[in-house]
């Protein structure tokens, strides 16, 4: 058993922080307030691998595995979590299902791409009626010939504006409900897809969040990810990854948040003394830093096993609820410790308020989270 990161995580840690801290964070208000998709730093997280970090180098990516990504994500997220999610979406919705689950030719065709920054990638599986309820979803991909023909509505598709191709889950056997779902790869300029507008949200704003319209879209039967009707299982899969990845962005806004209130609270004055001299303000640090910890030993714990090819279904829905929860009470307590200036646009409190909230919901509410973690401690209390 050892706790310390192996020196070559630390040297990626350090790399990703230096980065984070010099080439992202000082955009990060800006990137908030103008909504803009920050283009020039996915270009430069491209350069540095880290938009195709457990793709291997044979298909053009860093190869560098789940525990080096979930360390970048938090790096990164700290600084900017709107940059964080563009880049989880990419590496675990995008890149892992396709080398996970692609044919050759769909590996050299899109991965090098998508990992190098020539192409960016989304994930089309929630719909206006189905976003927990996976498999409630009604957009269908009926076989025709060589194609699949699509229909439906796709919606909070983040990275849909700037998308290039999307991974898309749809019914191509309705009558076969979770058996009857596939994976496809899909150009998002085909004819027939149309984008919608971009959500106007609380948070994360320099990330785009759209609706995806699919109006007999053909794709070619190869496109198809993975075997006919296997496709619920790829999404599976691919969010099994993905929430370690937002349960690291969570970790990061949590220490943007934590890290700034501290400071804040050595530096403001009151009743004769820094208010980090009151109780009341160290036992608030002290519950911020204690699930900030724990959150980070979940959250690494579930990459490891990643790492390991071990199935890590159960651990990292554990990583994802707790981290966005120990995340939600530390910005909340973070804006606290500011005072009036917490709620001001001023400070950046506010932002890591507004950012937080959506990593208890996307990729899979908290309650979701919940209902994954008991029914896979239940399978294995009724295996003993
Ligand atoms: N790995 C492998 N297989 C899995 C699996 C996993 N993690 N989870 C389920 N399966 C398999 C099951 O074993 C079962 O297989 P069989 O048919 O062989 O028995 C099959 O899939 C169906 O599973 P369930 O019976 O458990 O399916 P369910 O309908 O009860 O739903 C659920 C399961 C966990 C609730 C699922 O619907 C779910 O995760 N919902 C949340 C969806 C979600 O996270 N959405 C976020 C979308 S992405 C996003 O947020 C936008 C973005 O761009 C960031």
């Known amino acids: 058993m050892d706790f310390l990161l192996s020196e070559e995580h630390q040297m990626l840690q350090r790399m990703v922080r230096d980065f ?15 909504h803009q998709y920050p283009a020039d730093i996915i270009a430069q997280l491209s350069e540095l691998g880290l938009m ?37 979406v990419n590496n675990s919705l995008v890149c892992a299902p396709i080398y996970s689950h692609g044919t050759e030719e769909q590996k050299e065709a899109y991965l090098p791409d998508l990992a190098t920054g020539g192409k960016l990638g989304c994930f089309s599986l929630s719909e206006p009626g189905s976003g927990s309820d996976a498999a409630g979803m009604t957009t269908v991909a009926l076989r025709d010939g060589d194609d699949f023909v ?63 319209t699919y109006e007999d879209v053909r794709v070619p039967a190869e496109n198809i990810l993975g075997e006919e009707n296997h496709g619920f299982k790829v999404a599976m ?39 980090s001299n009151f109780q009341a303000l160290q036992f608030m640090v002290a519950d911020m830093a204690t699930k900030l ?17 071990q199935r890590c279904t159960k651990e990292s829905a554990m990583a994802k609820v707790f981290a966005s929860e120990a995340a939600n009470y530390v910005v909340d307590r973070a804006l606290q410790m500011h005072g009036g ?32 973690i008991g029914r896979e401690t239940l399978k294995q209390f009724a295996s003993l």
């Open 237 to 275: 899969k691919a969010l099994d990854g993905g929430r370690i990845g937002i349960a690291a962005q969570a970790l990061g806004i949590g220490r943007a948040a934590f890290e700034k209130a501290v400071k804040y609270s050595t530096e403001r004055h009151a009743f004769g003394g820094p208010i």
């Open 150 to 212: 699509i229909n439906g509505t796709k919606n909070w598709i983040t990275n849909g504006r700037e998308a290039d191709l999307a991974v898309l889950i749809a019914l191509s056997a309705p009558q076969l409900k979770t058996r009857g779902i596939s994976a496809f790869i899909v150009d998002t300029k085909s004819e027939g897809l149309t984008v919608g507008k971009s959500e106007e949200k609380l948070g994360i704003c320099g990330s785009s969040t759209t609706t995806y």
């Open 20 to 34: 984070a801290t010099n080439q992202i964070e000082p955009h990060a208000r800006e990137i908030d307030a103008s």
């Open 341 to 372: 200036f917490g709620f001001s646009k001023e400070f950046d409190a506010e932002r890591h308020y507004r950012d937080q909230r959506i990593t208890e919901i996307y990729e899979g509410t908290s309650e979701i989270q919940r209902l994954v």
């Open 52 to 88: 195709g970090m457990m793709v291997p180098e044979e298909y053009g990516g860093a190869d560098l595995g789940a525990l080096a990504y979930a360390i970048a994500m938090e790096e990164v997220s700290k600084a900017c979590a709107s940059t964080g999610v563009i880049m989880s």
């Open 293 to 309: 910890d724990a959150a980070r030993m979940l959250v690494w714990r579930a990459a490891w096993m990643k790492d390991q090819h």
